[in-house]
């Protein structure tokens, strides 16, 4: 018996790599003075800000002064208070400052503005210190709240000594009790002054969360104000990037964020397509950024999630409204697909007993011709063969998947397939489609046969895979030719697939085991669908012979590089030329092979 990839190997896709979030806001590109145009340099965004911000102090300031406490009516009637903006996102492999901001800032007064009154206040504005700041959150009035927390605000943008002020002068507590505020304009001014105090802080997000901040922010979303839910759903994303706050945060937060977000949002509500206003897309894609970032933690969140009532559905009807309206490229979809591969990831250990036992098909001693025929299109069933692919229904789950059979329903393969054919810039969505079908179809599981088998006989997915693989990113190739190593594992008929897949796989391997691209894992994976194929059939061994496969095997086995990826590869790469040599009719064409040592 040739030797095979021992069953206890299951090949699954990784965890999608966890995103996380800037929570820096700053106003529009609004032109100083006035004078119209855009502003595009740091320095001089944050400078604005702090000009911005002056000038609201200088006008608070000298109105408070003048009314005892409370501001006129006059004043509010010239002021624009700032609203929160979208946070920047970060790379998945490094961290950078760079802020983008949308949307609508403060109006600043031009030319006109009579200062007589307020520059007098100037250098008392600039003397405020944090402490102040933080007095005025416990203040009764309202305006005087605004004025402590937008001074944290914009005092805390990069700025990390100010955030390590505010935590040791207690202001996170004092902001936490303002969340609920009944003046929505404290509301969000406390909650974005949060998002910038814990943006790469992590003794502030700990005393957010000590302060009561969570409970606080999941009542807050009651509200109906989209400038409070991005600053919000912002502050969750940012915590969620933290693995040890993960597992609590999904405690506290899956329910709520699930039903007052994500399902509203995703078109699986009441509404049958997705309505979204430029603010809610925020927010959408904050809530799904913490909802990626959650689903990679460990077993018990995914189990979590994956029973929360309604978020399986929901990211499922986002999905496929966004590829039905064109929209598959957008950075929901992204962090929805990456939530779906998460949840993928080790389903069929850890999905519930009852449904594992429905999967895995009839007991020995009841009829299984039925089901076996219909659920795993067996060759001899000419009835399966010949019946129209949109009616082969499957006896182990429901005609109409809900909930988290979703996961592993025959649909979900064919919804992975158009995202991958409909997807054609984001390479991380495509990724996280492919890895998603390799989570599900890897193993000895017969469930993960019968899904290889529709993705291969069904979807007719081979061409498709096949074509991404002409892509350099790594990271993609990496989750390609693992979910092509598990379907030439389950391939009913391996000469077939050898013959259409070799040639393309064989020109990805690296010409000797030295170079750097690509990286071992996907030569591993390469080696392991290579050798799935040459166990059984070969025209596989005959092929990657014809297609110079040989020499780039006996090149990596020999790459005498002790790394361990390397010799994980030079360990695949000798156990397909050992398979290959029991076809001992191919050793004439073996010889033929230029420079082939005759021990390999």
């Not at 604005?48 to 102090?57: D, F, P």
């Not at 909930?403 to 064919?414: D, R």
């Not at 993705?455 to 190739?477: G, I, S």
């Amino acid at each position: 018996v040739l030797p095979q990839t021992p069953p206890h190997k299951v090949f699954l896709s990784a965890l999608q790599p966890n995103t996380a979030v800037s929570t820096y806001a700053v106003p529009s590109e609004i032109q100083l003075e006035g004078k119209g145009g855009n502003l595009s340099d740091e320095m001089t965004r944050a400078k604005r800000v702090q000009q911005q911000v002056a000038m609201r102090l200088a006008e608070k300031t000298s109105t408070l002064s003048r009314q005892n406490g409370s501001m006129s009516s006059g004043s509010q009637g010239n002021l624009m208070m700032m609203q929160q903006h979208r946070q920047t996102t970060l790379p998945r492999t490094m961290s950078i400052k760079s802020m983008h901001s949308v949307g609508k800032g403060m109006d600043i007064y031009d030319g006109q503005m009579d200062m007589t009154g307020s520059m007098g206040n100037l250098s008392r504005i600039n003397n405020m210190d944090m402490a102040t700041a933080v007095r005025y959150l416990s203040e009764t009035d309202a305006e005087l709240q605004v004025l402590g927390a937008a001074f944290i605000q914009h005092e805390c943008y990069n700025d990390t000594e100010a955030k390590k002020e505010v935590h040791r002068c207690n202001g996170i507590p004092e902001l936490v009790r303002l969340f609920n505020s009944e003046n929505q304009e404290v509301a969000r001014y406390a909650t974005g002054a949060t998002r910038n105090l814990i943006y790469e802080n992590m003794d502030n997000k700990v005393a957010l969360i000590e302060g009561g901040g969570i409970p606080q922010l999941i009542e807050a979303l009651k509200v109906n104000d989209d400038e409070l839910r991005k600053n919000i759903t912002g502050i969750l994303w940012n915590l969620s990037s933290k693995d040890n706050l993960k597992e609590k945060l999904a405690k506290e937060t899956l329910g709520e964020l699930t039903e007052r977000i994500l399902i509203p949002l995703s078109g699986s509500g009441d509404y049958e397509v997705i309505q979204q206003s430029p603010s809610e897309v925020d927010i959408f894609y904050n809530t799904t950024g913490c909802l990626r970032n959650l689903s990679s933690v460990n077993e018990k969140t995914r189990r979590q999630m994956r029973e929360t009532n309604g978020l399986v559905d929901a990211l499922v009807g986002y999905i496929q409204a966004s590829l039905q309206d064109g929209k598959v490229e957008e950075k929901g979809v992204e962090n929805a697909v990456c939530v779906m591969r998460n949840l993928s990831y080790q389903l069929y250990s850890e999905i519930p007993p009852s449904a594992m036992l429905r999967l895995e098909g009839p007991t020995r001693g009841q009829d299984t011709s039925r089901s076996e025929a219909i659920g795993c299109f067996t060759p001899q069933s000419k009835k399966v063969k010949n019946m129209n692919q949109d009616l082969v229904t499957f006896t182990e789950v429901a005609r109409v998947p809900k909930g988290l059979e979703w996961l592993w329903h025959p649909q979900v393969v064919g919804l992975y397939n158009r995202v991958l054919q409909g997807c054609e810039f984001n390479f991380t969505t495509r990724e996280a489609a492919a890895g998603a079908l390799q989570n599900i179809t890897a193993g000895d599981k017969r469930w993960a046969g019968v899904l290889s088998r529709v993705a291969l006989e069904q979807e007719r997915m081979l061409p498709v895979m096949l074509d991404k693989l002409r892509t350099n990113n790594d990271l993609e190739l990496r989750s390609l030719t693992g979910f092509l190593r598990n379907l030439s594992r389950h391939a009913k008929d391996k000469n077939a697939m050898a013959t259409k897949t070799v040639n393309n796989l064989v020109d990805k391997l690296p010409v000797d085991g030295q170079q750097k691209e690509p990286s071992s894992d996907v030569v591993v994976n390469i080696c392991g669908a290579l050798n799935n194929m040459v166990t059984c059939s070969a025209v596989a061994a005959r092929d990657i012979t014809f297609f110079d496969g040989l020499q780039k095997l006996v090149a990596i086995k020999n790459s005498n590089d002790s790394s361990p990826g390397k010799l994980k590869a030079a360990k695949a790469a000798a156990t397909v030329l050992c398979n290959m040599f029991q076809y001992k009719k191919l050793h004439k064409d073996y010889k033929q092979v230029r420079n082939t040592p005759k021990e390999w």
